[in-house]
C-alpha cells in the first residue's frame, strides 16, 4: 500500500488567494483526520469524517475552512481566503476503527 | 476528557546511553496508549501501542513502553539510543469509546555522538 497520500507537499501564496490541499486516505480505512501543525500550537485536530461523513469540525479555526470528502479515497481542505496566520503545516490521516493513525508526509503551507 | 502531558519538551542522551521519553494520561475507563515519532519534514510515525495484555509492550526500531495504571503512565525506551533516533515524539491516548486520539505536545529527543 502506497499510504496516505497528500499534494501538494508544498504550497506558497499570497493573502486572500484560495488554498485547496488534498488527501488520498489508505484503502479499507473508514476514519479520515485533518491536523494543523505549527510550533506554537503543535498539533491541532481540524476535522475528522467518519465513512465519508463530518463527524466533528469543531477544530475547524474559522469559516474560511471548509473540508469535503466526496468518497472513501478523497478529501480535501479548503481555505478561502487564505491568511498569513494560516501558515502551518497541514497533515491527513487515516484509519481502521480502533487502530493506530497512519499519517501523510503533510503539506505546507505558506501564506505570505 | 482525554488528555495526554509530556513534561519534557526536550530530552538528551549520549548514544549508546538508555532513553526515555515521559508520558503521562488522564482518560475514563481503560486507555488505548500510542506513541508516534516525527522525523523532520515528515509525517508522524506509529511505533507502538498498549490495548490490552502484558504491561509492556515492544515496537519499531527497538523502542517499548511501560504502561503503569497507578501513574497513569505510559514511558517511552530503548536500552540503547542512537543518533539516528533524534527526532520529535508525541504520545497519545484515546478511550475505549471515542476513535479519536488525544495527542501531547511532543518531545524533541536529541542523541548525541
Known amino acids: 500500500d502506497a499510504g496516505v497520500i497528500q499534494s501538494p507537499r508544498h504550497e506558497v501564496t499570497e493573502m486572500g488567494q484560495e488554498v485547496t490541499l488534498r488527501c488520498k486516505p489508505i484503502s479499507g480505512h473508514d476514519y479520515l483526520f485533518w491536523y494543523r501543525q505549527t510550533m506554537m500550537r503543535g498539533l491541532e485536530l481540524l476535522i475528522y469524517?467518519?465513512?465519508?461523513?463530518?463527524?466533528?469540525d469543531s477544530g475547524m479555526p474559522e469559516d474560511r475552512f471548509s473540508a469535503k470528502m466526496p468518497n472513501a479515497s478523497f478529501s480535501t481542505l479548503k481555505i478561502q481566503p487564505s491568511e498569513p496566520r494560516d501558515s502551518a503545516v497541514y497533515f491527513c490521516?487515516?484509519?481502521?476503527?480502533?487502530?493506530?493513525?497512519?499519517f501523510g508526509e503533510g503539506s505546507r503551507l505558506t501564506v505570505l | 476528557a482525554q488528555s495526554v502531558a509530556q513534561p519534557e519538551d526536550q530530552v538528551n542522551v549520549a548514544e549508546g546511553n538508555p532513553l526515555t521519553v515521559k508520558c503521562t494520561y488522564s482518560v475514563s475507563g481503560n486507555p488505548y496508549l500510542f506513541w508516534y515519532v516525527q522525523y523532520p519534514n515528515r509525517g508522524l510515525q506509529f511505533l507502538l501501542k498498549y490495548i490490552t495484555g502484558d504491561n509492556l509492550v515492544k515496537g519499531s526500531y527497538g523502542f517499548e513502553a511501560e504502561f503503569n495504571k497507578s501513574q497513569t503512565s505510559f514511558h517511552l525506551k530503548k536500552p540503547s539510543a542512537l543518533v539516528s533516533d533524534s527526532a520529535l515524539y508525541f504520545c497519545?491516548?484515546?478511550?475505549?469509546?471515542?476513535?479519536?486520539?488525544?495527542f501531547g505536545r511532543g518531545t524533541s529527543l536529541i542523541v548525541h555522538p
Open positions: 469524517f467518519n465513512n465519508n461523513v463530518p463527524i466533528d
Open positions: 490521516a487515516s484509519t481502521r476503527q480502533a487502530g493506530e493513525l497512519f
Open positions: 497519545a491516548v484515546r478511550d475505549m469509546v471515542s476513535y479519536i486520539p488525544t
